[in-house]
């Protein structure tokens, strides 16, 4: 026990040290990337031999890749919205209303979650092939909806939670209706929480591997894409000037969506 | 049963989202059940009732060992990342005075950016000519490069113990920074010292954090199937791998489902396992 209690006590003065040292650990293989993409070689290692900028040129040149973002936005973008709806109207059923099956209903919703992500993806191709719709965008934007929902509803129950109730019926009492309570008061204030829901969801979205490669049939998103790409070393240095460039625009939306979180606990924040 | 405009109102916003996951989840996942208990004949799937896939899985040592491999790696990541996260959960709830949501936001970016390209990333970081290997010769620790850190279990239980950081260090830190100072105060009034309030006090009240971070990790690790293909090798492939070769290649998705199936009654009881291991600790440090 006494030394337990010894080597627990020095760990503890290089606590600060340690958590810098993880943050970099965290950090390392998302900077390796843009190391690696500026580098005059198709071997990927070390030494590095000179500065370039020609595998950023080249990627103009790769036709299937713009097919493949362009698909991904399609999808990013369906999903982000429907997902969002989805999730922001049980958010509000579950903040303000009580109903029967509230519970089970509301830790379905978050069952996406929690799921190995296989399961899903072969499950969803069972029965998607089943029922004779095949695998399409379409498909991949039910599955990219179904896994971002969880997403959505913590992000929105937390901005409906929020909410002073008295904004609402002050509303009413000044003579709105409850639908237009809702409209002018309501969703206004939760709006930070909606647009950092749609961002999220469509980062989420945009990233996702393996549902997209159970069910995007001939029509690939770019991590498909990336996948089958990645197989040939010629290809590689292309592959991580693109990841570099994904890499920046997930901080990018992520920087964002912060932001509109942020001012949405400060809009909703009830007074002390 | 009369409701309510309140509960009738309720009712009428959770529906949608309620069906939706409901028809995506419970449909398909009662298909995968049905489809396990069928069988592949060349194209078509014959649909009478046989136990013959379960018998297959338990029976070939490969599938037996890539289930059992998986859950072991499950649990060796689990462990490794919340061994590595705990001290960083710590620092932020009790020294980090200014900036918390700073730190939080910090330790979440990088798992918002792809995941398919982080595993890839670990790759060149443990490659022959990648980042390890080139510190550890510059520093002079060795004279050749270490050929071994790719392709094998310890890179999958590395490169997933980083995948998985934001999800240890979030449920640690909740239960950290909800325990009531008052009770750290307590134990030193009455003379314990700051470890041994640590591992009485502190300790056993972040016990709930623990295990939601446990379940958050072990269940879909499990399953992984980027990290396995990518820096696994054969010593290293898990179940989800095998799942995708038999409805992909080998085209005998009965045995897919059921090997998905085994895999996903294997996992849920050994969560019960760690859970209740966790909840035994949780009862001998009070």
Not at chain 1, 206 to 229: C, H, K, M, R
Request: aromatic letters at 10%; charged letters at 15%; a positive charge.
């Amino acid at each position: 026990m006494n030394r337990v209690v010894a080597v627990l006590s020095r760990i503890g003065r290089l606590l600060p040290a340690y958590a810098v040292l993880y943050i970099g650990f965290l950090y390392l293989p998302i900077l390796l990337l843009p190391l690696f993409s500026f580098n005059d070689s198709k071997i990927l290692g070390f030494p590095l031999t000179g500065f370039t900028t020609k595998w950023y040129g080249s990627l103009a040149e790769q036709t299937a890749l713009f097919d493949a973002l362009k698909n991904s936005l399609i999808v990013a973008v369906v999903s982000a919205v429907v997902a969002t709806s989805l999730g922001t109207l049980i958010s509000r059923a579950i903040t303000k209303h009580r109903f029967p099956l509230r519970r089970i209903s509301q830790t379905l919703v978050m069952a996406p979650l929690v799921m190995p992500e296989i399961i899903i993806a072969i499950s969803l191709l069972i029965v998607f092939l089943g029922i004779g719709i095949g695998t399409t965008l379409f498909t991949v934007i039910l599955a990219h909806s179904l896994l971002t929902i969880p997403f959505c509803v913590s992000i929105m129950t937390s901005a409906f939670g929020q909410f002073d109730d008295a904004l609402e019926e002050a509303a009413v009492d000044l003579g709105e209706t409850s639908w237009g309570a809702l409209r002018r008061v309501t969703l206004p204030v939760v709006s930070p929480g909606i647009i950092s829901s749609l961002l999220i969801s469509f980062t989420v979205s945009f990233d996702e591997f393996i549902l997209a490669f159970f069910l995007s049939g001939n029509s690939p998103t770019l991590p498909v894409y990336i996948w089958s790409q990645v197989r040939f070393p010629a290809k590689l240095p292309n592959v991580i000037a693109l990841g570099s460039l994904l890499i920046l625009i997930s901080i990018l939306f992520l920087l964002v969506a912060e932001r509109f979180r942020r001012r949405s606990e400060r809009f909703t924040q009830q007074p002390e | 049963m009369t409701l309510d405009k309140n509960a009738r109102l309720g009712l009428l916003l959770a529906t949608p989202t309620t069906l939706y996951v409901l028809l995506l989840i419970a449909a398909p996942v009662g298909m995968t059940i049905a489809y396990s208990f069928w069988t592949q004949e060349f194209v078509d799937v014959t649909r009478d009732f046989t136990w013959a896939n379960y018998r297959e899985v338990f029976a070939d040592p490969l599938y037996r060992t890539l289930i059992f491999r998986s859950v072991r790696i499950a649990a060796m990541v689990t462990l490794l990342t919340v061994l590595l996260a705990y001290p960083v959960a710590y620092h932020i709830a009790f020294n980090v005075k200014k900036n918390k949501a700073m730190w939080l936001f910090l330790v979440t970016i990088p798992f918002w950016t792809s995941y398919l390209l982080r595993v890839f990333s670990w790759k060149l970081i443990l490659a022959q000519n990648g980042v390890v290997n080139s510190a550890l010769l510059w520093l002079g620790v060795i004279d050749t490069p270490i050929d071994t850190l790719l392709y094998n279990s310890e890179a999958v239980v590395v490169t997933l113990a980083h995948a998985w950081a934001p999800f240890a260090i979030l449920p640690i830190f909740v239960s950290l920074e909800k325990i009531d100072r008052s009770y750290l105060e307590a134990a030193k009034d009455l003379g314990e010292g700051p470890v041994r309030s640590f591992l009485r006090v502190t300790l056993p009240l972040s016990i709930p954090g623990i295990i939601g971070a446990s379940m958050i990790i072990f269940i879909p690790t499990v399953g992984d199937y980027v990290t396995p293909a990518l820096v696994g090798g054969s010593d290293g492939a898990m179940v989800a791998n095998m799942i995708q070769v038999q409805f992909g290649k080998a085209n005998n998705w009965p045995l897919g489902a059921a090997l998905a199936l085994s895999a996903v009654v294997c996992v849920t009881g050994a969560a019960c396992l760690l859970v209740l291991g966790l909840k035994l600790i949780e009862r001998s440090l009070k």
